[in-house]
């Protein structure tokens, strides 16, 4: 059951990641066509992912962490716990040492980033060291452990560097609604063909940062439940990860909490609670416990 889990959800994240990639080029094309050449907009859409994502893969650590207010633990005696739990999980996956760090909020939480695992690092809030037993503790960071294995950390950074794409395509292209449009808006005499993709390309620059949002999330709520899963075979005690879930979910939101981050953690950090779950940057805690009972 739980290599089936993990091998599914795999798959699932590798599909999500390629729409998502497929997305970034139709928005290239439309905006493309609505100034006269499809293919010129791809190929501008293609270059611009490709150069974020190399500039956002190779600083992801310090950005991420910079964002987040962390402050690294270079000393094991500084936090010897979470130092050696980190030590222990990542001896157990067969990864490399991931630098510590420790965000100073009473809200319990954590979170993994990074390029690769030769690259990664792990964080952890005050609150959750204070909140924790060894047992929760060991399941929290498995999970983090989890996503730096499992190259989730790269998935991560690719999808935020894919977001931030589609955002620089679709202000240049609001920009030529706003002054009247390019090239086909020029044209006269335009066949009924024309017409429709013209408007169909309107219509994909007006709702693309809704669908990038609803793809990342989907790729993120996605990503937990392969880390939960992960988690348990790293620890073999999938009680740990159930209870550490349960005092997430009842604890009180983050302080400063950049936004554009929240999704890295293994809870959300801002405890927003919505009647439709497509912007949830998080599956609900009570799924997540429910696989994780079935293990």
């Known amino acids: 059951m739980l290599f089936q889990q993990i091998a599914q959800n795999k798959r699932k994240t590798i599909y999500v990641l390629i729409g ?17 050449t ?9 270059v611009i992912a490709l150069v974020y994502t190399l500039i956002m893969v190779s600083q992801s ?10 402050r690294e633990v270079t000393d094991a005696n500084e936090a010897p716990e979470l130092f050696h739990v980190v030590e222990d999980m990542a001896l157990v996956a067969r990864v490399p040492m991931p630098k510590v760090y420790i965000i100073d909020d009473p809200s319990p939480n954590a979170f993994a980033t990074g390029n690769d695992p030769q690259h990664s690092a792990v964080a952890a809030t005050s609150g959750l060291l204070e909140m924790m037993n060894r047992e929760e503790l060991e399941g929290v960071i498995g999970h983090e452990i989890s996503h730096v294995r499992n190259y989730d950390i790269r998935i991560s950074t690719i999808a935020l560097a894919l977001t931030s794409t589609i955002s620089i395509l679709v202000n240049f292209g609001m920009r030529g609604l706003w002054w009247g449009g390019g090239n086909r808006n020029r ?9 429709i993709f013209m408007v169909l390309s309107i219509l994909s620059i007006i709702l693309a940062p809704i669908v990038a949002t609803i793809i990342q999330l989907a790729l993120s709520r996605n990503r937990e439940y392969l880390a939960d899963a992960s988690s348990v075979e790293l620890t073999r005690n999938p009680h740990g990860l159930i209870s550490a879930l349960q ?14 981050s929240a999704a890295l953690y293994i809870s959300d950090p801002k405890k927003k609670k919505r009647t439709s779950h497509l912007f949830d940057t998080h599956p609900a805690t009570a799924d997540r416990i429910e696989r994780l009972e079935k293990m």
Do not use: C, R
Not at 22 to 32: E, H, N
Not at 61 to 70: E, W
Not at 187 to 195: F, V
Not at 249 to 256: E, G, I, V, W
């Open 20 to 36: 998502f990639i497929l997305f970034v080029s139709l928005i290239g094309a439309a905006i493309g066509y609505f100034y006269g």
């Open 38 to 46: 499809w293919l010129g907009g791809l190929i501008v859409a293609v």
């Open 61 to 70: 650590t310090n950005v991420v962490m910079t964002m987040n207010h962390a």
């Open 187 to 195: 044209k006269e005499g335009s066949s009924a063909i024309d017409l």
């Open 247 to 260: 005092k997430l979910d009842s604890s009180q939101p983050m302080k400063n909490v950049d936004s554009a």
